[in-house]
């Protein structure tokens, strides 16, 4: 292949709308210092391993990102692109590599392509090895919304492109467990295009962990390359659209399992509630304790739906840009441009978004289920309150007035006790009773009379006679 280049287009979320303004994720930063990690470790590259004293959201080494505030270019270099400079090789030419960082939105961006010098030298399969591919897999860059790795090449007409395609593919991933497969075929700008993914096989819809691959060859002489550089912007946004939209439905998908798992819960709640209520007398303890549990989940459960209607908003805020960045791509393709990413758009975008949506209409019914559930435990739980404290306050009262009445009757009894002179005797048959034993028997039965109005006065007091 001669006129070779690699790229890499990596896109990291630099914040999400619960960061305040000025704020950032915890791990924005991550896309610039692994970068740096490959330039310490396998491509060597001066202006690699000093990037981060060429980008604006550093200062002094230090990630910086408030300096990004106001700045109108997306780009966080003050120049167009950044040379790296170049690398040797054993096979008698260089490797110049060319950085371009930037800041799309609340997305992080680079392209880094590393291109052979010279320039029409022709690359084969094992050359490919010195331009260290494996370096530019998502075990490395770890960008969080996704990669594709790109390769462009100039072939003879006569040139299987199916199959070197293939090795290519197959190359970029070699000594790693991912095993990529051709997904599409198509043409941009004249030339053969190959869509290839290679998936992790222990988390495959992981986006960080996937590496998208777009394998360009030109078979035909097009002017692909001038194209190509005419349509970069759109290309760029594409590709930031294209992973967005990936990296938006797995993350609505486990919103909708996490709300899905909540929900399951709150049935479990409910047959433990019909458990309780259903009891002869009912545990007002477990129903307090049934009460503190569900808020909290009704609270998870709504945030789950909160955050499935933003990832419904944003997955087509995101198809909207996808779709304006094919229009302009197929404009300068004199109406042509890849069939399968116009599929793409026609087909698995508005799939995924009615699918969020049904998601949203699925759950939205079980927020209501959760606040009805609620309010009708605190009912219950107020009522059995309300009839607990009424019957201690008529328990009260009707002692007091018990007590109170049987204390004034012995007062009386006890005035006429020291005006007997008998001493006071063991109850015997031998011994007559003595008077103070039928002064307490009149002071016990004086109160348990006194409780008796005190409970007549308590009944009537909740339960009065209904007027004819």
Not at 92 to 105: D, R, T, V, Y
Not at 235 to 250: G, V
Not at 295 to 303: I, L, V
């Amino acid at each position: 292949m001669k006129n070779f280049s690699l790229s890499l287009y990596a896109f990291h979320l630099r914040h999400t709308l619960t960061e305040l303004p000025g704020e950032v994720v915890t791990d924005a930063n991550l896309l610039w210092e692994n970068l740096v990690k490959v330039g310490e470790g396998s491509l060597t590259f001066v202006g690699l391993k000093d990037l981060r004293s060429k980008l604006i959201c550093y200062q002094n080494s230090k990630y910086e990102p408030k300096r990004e505030i106001g700045r109108i270019p997306e780009r966080l270099i003050d120049a167009q692109d950044l040379d790296l400079g170049s690398l040797p090789t054993t096979e008698g030419f260089k490797i110049n590599a060319n950085l371009q960082p930037f800041l799309l939105n609340d997305t992080y961006a680079f392209d880094l392509t590393l291109v052979p010098e010279p320039s029409n030298i022709s690359i084969d399969i094992p050359q490919l090895q010195h331009f260290k591919p494996s370096s530019l897999l998502p075990s490395h860059i770890q960008a969080s919304l996704g990669q594709t790795l790109s390769i462009y090449g100039e072939v003879d007409p006569t040139e299987d492109c199916g199959t070197l395609a293939k090795k290519l593919a197959i190359a970029l991933v070699a000594g790693t467990n991912l095993n990529p497969v051709r997904t599409q075929k198509g043409e941009l700008f004249g030339s053969l295009l190959f869509e290839y993914q290679a998936l992790d096989p222990n988390e495959p819809d992981n986006p960080a962990k996937q590496c998208h691959i777009l394998i360009v060859i030109n078979n035909s002489q097009a002017p692909t390359a001038r194209l190509a550089a005419e349509a970069y912007d759109w290309l760029l946004n594409l590709l930031c659209s294209y992973h967005k939209i990936l990296y938006i439905y797995q993350l609505a998908r486990q919103r909708y399992r996490d709300a899905r798992t909540i929900y399951s819960n709150l049935e479990n709640k409910i047959q433990e509630f019909n458990s309780l209520i259903s009891e002869n007398q009912t545990q007002l303890s477990s129903l307090k304790s049934l009460m503190g549990e569900i808020p909290k989940k009704s609270f998870d459960y709504t945030r789950s739906l909160q955050d499935l209607q933003t990832h419904h908003t944003s997955i087509t805020t995101n198809i909207i840009n996808y779709k304006i960045c094919l229009d302009q791509i197929k404009t300068i393709g004199n109406g042509n441009r890849p069939k399968f990413w116009q599929d793409f758009f026609n087909k698995e975008c508005k799939k995924w978004r009615e699918q969020i949506q049904t998601d949203i209409n699925y759950l939205t019914p079980g927020q209501e289920l959760f606040g009805q559930l609620v309010d009708t435990i605190r009912g219950i739980v107020e009522t059995e309150q309300s009839e607990r404290d009424r019957s201690l306050e008529n328990t009260i009262q009707v002692l007091g007035i018990g007590f109170g009445g049987g204390a004034i009757a012995s007062g009386i009894i006890v005035q006429h006790i020291d005006k007997i002179n008998q001493p006071l005797t063991v109850i015997s048959p031998n011994n007559p009773p003595h008077p103070f034993y039928a002064s307490l028997l009149l002071s016990v039965f004086a109160t348990l009379f006194f409780i008796g109005i005190g409970w007549l006065i308590t009944q009537r007091q909740y339960h009065p006679r209904d007027k004819k």
